[in-house]
């Protein structure tokens, strides 16, 4: 059984944040410090341009006050040739601070979507049931580029933009602190017309990231389930649904369009009010020869390059609240505590090998379990008040959600190499999540799993799953070639993968593909038949020669002649190993040396196939329903002749069997 998937939307899309959080800048500034040398680098080529920006404006006060009235034509050209020398020094030093913030920018952004993939792959797969792939991939993409943002254009820049700001306004005052306040007039209204951009920016950004994250939800799930969508005709209906979130993603860009559109020409309004009050001023100071015609026309300069930074850093304060909302949830994510266990070992090779020399023996004793409940429930707390004290315990998809829902109540079971076990009941009676937890995907609410006498939560992962092979119904395999997707772990030899494949019948399969063993598959395997993805993937368990082999209806979709050369090539690779199967159909473990018949989570019966057969219980039933005989009668007659425990059972899957209608609770007694 798997864990119900959510996929209503996250509170952390919602939330946006503080504009400026000290703590978050701290852990930001850590994946800065390798680039120092960058930052220092672009904080001097912004100061050489801050500062060349003060020289244009005095050498044009230069010439119209010195050089125009003597009439002197080489200071002219001097002035020419020393102002065209500075225009190259301006594109030298906006060249080197594009360059430097934007290698710094690149290179934090390459950090942090190496830290998030890899805390991605630690995670418990609890995580994943509760996130959709659409948002945890904005996390790494569109969240870290509003953070190459922060510093290609945001932080840096920004510096620099408020030493211009200081450095022409000392100089305007410096030069006439008359002309100064009158241009400085209008910076109240420049203020406060920031703010109120800001704060409307501010809104308009949550609302893009939030709907943001949920349209690549919504089509990271669709492009998934495309076969379903087709299959059932909903390409109309699904269209509408993303036409709703993709109209909704364009009004949020829309408003914040709507808010820049007013919030430039508002700012452009001011600038040209503060250019005319400072030509009033100047023409009565010049009219009384207070001031000088090029004192006047450096000011005109001097206002222009002042409301210019000004301006900007009302953009770079919007960039930094953006991600600062993105550093929130990236360092959310980056926070998430990984599944237990999942360092790597230093002696991880040795162990193995120990495990792998000594058999694995597998113990459940009374284990329970339920999705979505908390990890680590108090070993004095019983299952029947834990279920009480937590009635809001959702029901499996489409059952009652009535108390708790425990998927599997005090499951005990013991198999040890050389043997095999069978797992045998309805769709969601908890078979597969009895792997899962085996697997350490999930962790037990009580109970315990011993592997060879050592609670598993105190065996490494890595060492736990280097020893298990692992055959799903659902195979996936990765975009790539055919001998990369079984070579999973590199020690594995081009002969022992060979052997491998050919042990299987996959060898087969490859020589039939375009490339042989360098064919590369599509996304999930694509270019093979879901069949020939089995056998692929029983050539990847056997290849890896595991001391634990774990069967999930592992031959659900291969055809009758290519099952029983599997069964040939499994039943010598179970000698001497572990073994634990998930069966639908019954002639797949009628050998097994145990089988247990699961019902709610419960073990209901155990014993090999005859003795099973012989009790006359639920594994009886579904036998009979398998063969197509009818139920016994209260006396044990059939009506219609004996029933031989040691027949061959008919190759029917029970899942899949139109007859396959369980016995009520009921009718179980």
């Not at 949020?252 to 020409?265: D, E, G, M, R, W």
């Not at 004290?389 to 959702?394: F, M, Y």
Request: net charge negative.
């Amino acid at each position: 059984m798997a864990a119900p998937a959510k996929t209503t939307a996250s509170p952390d899309d919602e939330a946006l944040g503080k504009a400026y959080d000290a703590r978050l800048v701290q852990r930001l500034l850590a994946y800065v410090r390798p680039y120092r040398p960058l930052v220092v680098a672009a904080l001097a080529c912004i100061m050489i341009q801050s500062g060349m920006q003060l020289v244009g404006p005095l050498l044009t006060r230069w010439v119209i006050d010195q050089a125009l009235p003597a009439r002197d034509v080489g200071l002219v050209v001097q002035v020419a040739v020393l102002y065209a020398a500075l225009l190259v020094a301006q594109f030298g030093a906006a060249f080197g601070e594009n360059l430097f913030t934007s290698l710094l920018g690149q290179r934090v952004m390459r950090d942090l979507r190496r830290e998030l993939f890899a805390r991605l792959q630690h995670l418990p797969v609890s995580f994943f049931d509760r996130n959709p792939v659409g948002r945890l991939v904005t996390r790494v993409t569109s969240d870290v580029e509003a953070l190459n943002e922060l510093f290609t254009s945001g932080v840096v820049a920004g510096v620099g933009d408020l030493f211009t700001l200081i450095a022409i306004g000392v100089v305007m005052v410096v030069v006439d602190w008359q002309l100064a306040m009158a241009a400085f007039v209008v910076i109240p209204l420049v203020l406060i017309a920031s703010r109120v951009f800001q704060n409307a920016v501010r809104t308009s950004y949550r609302d893009i990231r939030t709907r943001l994250a949920r349209l690549n939800a919504f089509i990271g799930e669709r492009i998934g389930g495309m076969r379903i969508v087709q299959l059932f005709g909903r390409e109309a209906h699904e269209l509408r649904r993303f036409d709703v979130l993709n109209q909704s993603h364009l009004d949020a860009h829309l408003k914040s369009i709507t808010v820049y559109a007013l919030y430039f020409p508002v700012i452009e309004f001011l600038t040209t009010f503060a250019l005319a009050s400072l030509l009033v001023t100047a023409g009565f100071r010049v009219g009384s020869s207070a001031i000088t015609v090029g004192t006047v026309a450096a000011f005109l300069q001097l206002v222009r390059r002042f409301f210019q930074p000004l301006q900007d850093l009302s953009e770079k304060y919007n960039i930094l609240q953006g991600a600062m909302a993105a550093s929130e949830r990236i360092f959310g994510l980056l926070d998430t505590p990984e599944a237990a266990g999942v360092t790597t070992t230093p002696d991880r090779d040795a162990r193995v090998e120990a495990l792998r020399s000594a058999g694995v023996t597998v113990v459940f004793e009374d284990v329970w379990f339920a999705y979505d409940l908390e990890q680590g429930v108090s070993e004095d707390l019983s299952p029947a008040s834990y279920t009480a004290a937590h009635a809001l315990v959702p029901a499996a998809a489409g059952g009652e959600a009535t108390g708790g829902r425990w998927v599997l109540k005090g499951v005990s079971f013991r198999v040890a190499p050389g043997e095999e076990i069978a797992l045998v009941g309805h769709t969601g009676a908890g078979k597969t999540t009895i792997v899962n937890l085996l697997l350490r995907f999930y962790e037990p609410q009580r109970g315990r799993i011993l592997v060879n006498g050592v609670d598993i939560r105190e065996l490494p992962v890595d060492v736990l799953r280097a020893v298990v092979g692992y055959v799903q119904q659902d195979i996936f395999l990765f975009a790539g070639d055919v001998a990369g997707n079984l070579r999973l772990d590199a020690a594995i030899d081009d002969a022992t993968l060979a052997a491998a494949a050919a042990r299987v019948g996959a060898d087969r399969v490859i020589e039939r593909l375009p490339g042989g063993w360098h064919h590369e598959l599509a996304e999930r395997g694509g270019g093979v038949s879901v069949g020939e993805r089995q056998l692929l993937a029983f050539a990847r368990a056997v290849a890896a020669d595991p001391a634990l082999l774990i069967l999930d209806e592992a031959t659900s979709a291969v055809d009758s002649h290519i099952e029983a050369e599997i069964q040939r090539a499994v039943s010598a690779l179970m000698r001497g190993r572990t073994t634990i199967a998930i069966a639908h159909r019954l002639s797949t473990i009628i050998d097994a040396d145990e089988i247990l018949v699961l019902h709610h989570g419960e073990v209901l019966e155990r014993g090999t196939h005859r003795e099973l057969l012989a009790h006359q219980g639920l594994y009886d039933r579904l036998f009979r329903l398998q063969v197509g005989e009818p139920e016994r009668d209260a006396s044990g007659d059939n009506g219609s002749r004996p029933s031989d425990p040691a027949a061959p059972v008919q190759d029917t899957d029970l899942s899949a069997s139109p007859a396959t209608r369980l016995p009520t609770d009921a009718a179980l007694g």
